[in-house]
């Protein structure tokens, strides 16, 4: 059974960074046979899909091409976790952010979402 | 990348009556279409994938139907915990996209 636990701040500042992290238990973020995603929500534009990392013999990473000017997503062996940053964030960026276990183009399993809000 | 289109983005339904929503692809997909279903404060679960097999532990009055462009969700007869809202999402052509989402109410 896998279990996502997503962590970090709800509130950011115009401009400032985003930045959340999603800890892996009973699956390992260097596996080769899954992905590891990064996906919002909100009501204007429903399930957005961010990026991603996954490890094929190398580390890879893919992102959505209208945040690739601003987007990072970096994944953490040591403590089996992955993580996004997405910078210069303005109130169009606020959202349910979720971090996702992808296999063969399905999202199987999910973290448990968190809002971010930007504001001032 | 392959725009999703679901209809309607509303659906107003009593417990009991049968349901069918829409899902329509900019381009074809073949069968590599998947329905999420997902509630208040919850993460989408997976529903139903390769365009209509149930994944586990799915009831059988969820059956998904369609290939290329079009692809079809019906549930048989609505339950009180059926009302959510229903996410399509292609796996065909990269990168990955959902639609907008279907929300079915109570009427």
């Known amino acids: 059974q896998v279990h996502l636990q997503q962590s970090g701040p709800g509130l950011v500042k115009p401009s400032q960074t985003l930045s959340l992290t999603c800890a892996i238990s009973g699956d390992s973020v260097s596996s080769n046979t899954v992905t590891w995603n990064w996906i919002r929500q909100s009501p204007s534009r429903g399930l957005e899909w961010l990026g991603r990392t996954y490890y094929r013999s190398t580390w890879s990473v893919d992102y959505a091409e209208s945040l690739k000017s601003r987007i990072l997503i970096v994944a953490d062996t040591s403590k089996n976790q992955f993580s996004l940053q997405l910078n210069s964030v303005t109130p169009e960026d606020t959202a349910v952010y979720y971090c996702a276990r992808v296999a063969g183009g399905l999202f199987h399993s999910w973290g448990q979402g968190t809002l971010v809000t930007v504001s001032s | 990348e392959t725009l999703m289109t679901q209809s309607p983005v509303t659906l107003s339904v009593s417990p009991g009556e049968r349901v069918t929503l829409s899902c329509r692809a900019s381009?074809?997909?073949?069968?590599?279409l998947v329905w999420y279903q997902q509630k208040p404060g919850q993460a989408p679960r997976l529903l139903i994938y390769?365009?209509?097999t149930r994944a586990t532990g799915i009831p059988a009055r969820f059956s998904g139907s369609g290939s290329g462009t079009e692809f079809t969700l019906t549930i048989s007869s609505l339950q009180s915990e059926d009302f959510a809202l229903y996410h399509c999402q292609q796996y065909n052509n990269w990168p990955w996209t959902f639609g907008q989402g279907t929300k079915v109410e109570v009427k």
């Open positions: 381009q074809g997909v073949t069968s590599n």
């Open positions: 390769d365009a209509s």
